[in-house]
């Protein structure tokens, strides 16, 4: 866990040593990782990821308990993971109700052509509001997770920013009333 108590001191340097990537890095490529070229997990390997999905502060002296394994060894298998793109990176899970982020809203965005797609994705990667944009396979082109204070600042962000970019033709929002299920963690055994 030393490599992840430096990584969060916002070092690019050792994130890009380690191949990790920072809130709002770009995960493109990661795809190519996935499917039939994925390199398979043993028991163990599925066992440290799922202990560090549940508790990302577990020392590796802790997961070698768990595991069964010399510490060596364990941080030999976390550095290949991270290696392999499997582990994309460190970071803390903030509540955004304690941060007063109270309204969480799904957009659908219909761009007019695809040479427009481009610059809302420049903007889109730039608004810290947008935590998640999708390219879907809809009558949509894309859907975006936002979370912001409140119903102002949603319609801030929308008029002002979001259908400001030319090509944006249309939006749909959905706002969620109550999260039953929210997490980032990824089922490992399927």
Sequence with gaps: MREARILNRGSGNLRRQFGLMGLGESVRGQAN????????????????????????????????????LA??????????????????????????SALGLDLLAFVYVLIDRPENSPAFLELVAQLP??????????????????????????????THKLKAVPGVIRTQTVITLTSHKDTAALPLQS
């Design 33 to 68: 990782l996935g499917g039939a070229y994925a390199q398979p997990l043993d028991d163990i390997d599925r066992t440290i990821l799922e202990a560090l999905q549940d508790n990302g502060h577990l020392s590796h002296a802790e997961l070698s308990r768990m595991v069964g």
């Design 71 to 96: 510490v060596s060894s364990v941080n030999e298998r976390i550095r290949k993971l991270v290696q392999r793109g499997v582990i994309a990176g460190w970071n803390a899970r903030l509540s955004p």
């Design 129 to 158: 509001e947008v935590q998640e944009c999708h390219h879907i396979a809809a009558d949509w082109n894309f859907l975006l997770k936002v979370r912001v204070r409140n119903t102002a600042a949603f319609e801030a962000l929308l």
